[in-house]
C-alpha cells in the first residue's frame, strides 16, 4: 500500500511538471487570437493629443469646422498615419459598400434618365502620392504646383470607387463626372480617368472661365440644376467634400467619402 502511494505521488509530480512545461511550451507559441499591428507614429502621441486629433477629424468628417486652410501641426503624424494607413481604406470602403446597397435597391425609370454623379480628385482619382510630398494638407495648398501634377495624368484609381462606379454603370445609370477641375485639364483628366478603369460616362463636367472664381458649392449646385434641367433625375452623388454635395438640386441620396487633408469650401 505504501508503494502505491508513493508510485501514485511520483506520478502527480510527474504530471504537474509536464503541465508547467507544457505552460512555458505553450507561452513561447503564436497566439492565433490576439492581432500585432506594426508600431506606429501614434506611439508618439499623447493620448490627450491623439483623442484631441480624432476629435477634430470627426468634426471635418461631419461639416462641423468652418472654412480650415492647413491640417492642425500637432496632428501632422495622425492623418499622414490616417491616410497612408488600413483605416482610411476601409473607411472608403463602408460608404462604396453602403452606396451599392442603395443603388441595388432602387428600381431605374424606364427612360434612362436616372444619374449618378461623381467628384474626382479624393473621389474617383486619389492624389495621395502628391499628397504625401506636401505633408498630407500640411503645407498650404498651391494651386500651380497641384495642376503640375493634374497635367501628369497618373493619379491613381481608389478602388472602393471604381468598384461602385462599375455598380452604378452595370445597373443602367447615367454617368455624371462633376469636378472642380478647370476645362483645360479635360484632356489630362480624361486620359488619366480612362487609364484608372473609368473609361465611359455620360458627361464630364469641369469648371470653364465664367466659373472661376465661385465658391464649390455654387459651381456646382449650377451644374447638378443644368443636369435636372434636361430632364435627369439625380438619383447618388459621392464626393469627398461636403461641398460636393449639399447647396441645390442636390441627389435623393448622397455619399461622403473622408478627406481630413484639404478643405473645399
Known sequence: MAFLR???????????????NMDVEFDLLPRPLIIEYPETRFKNMTEELLMQCTSWRVAVESNNLGPWITIPTECADYVEEYMSGRAYDFDL???????RVYAKSLELGDDGMDAWVFDVDETLLSNLP?????????????CAQFDRWVVEGVAPVIKPSLKLYEEVSS????IMLL???SEDKRNATATNLINAGIDEWDKLILR??????KSAVAFKSEKRK??????YRIIGNYGDQWS??????VASRSFKLSNPMYHIP
Open 6 to 20: 508513493y508510485a501514485m505521488f511520483l506520478c502527480l509530480v510527474s504530471m504537474v511538471f509536464c503541465q508547467e
Open 208 to 213: 470653364s472661365e465664367s466659373d472661376q472664381g
Open 244 to 249: 460636393d454635395l449639399v447647396g441645390t438640386s
Open 179 to 181: 469636378t472642380g477641375r
Open 226 to 231: 443644368e443636369i435636372t434641367d434636361e430632364g
Open 93 to 99: 470602403q463602408t460608404v462604396s459598400k453602403e452606396a
Open 171 to 174: 445597373l443602367g445609370f447615367k
Open 130 to 142: 502628391y499628397y504625401s510630398d506636401h505633408g498630407f494638407g500640411l503645407e498650404v495648398f498651391d
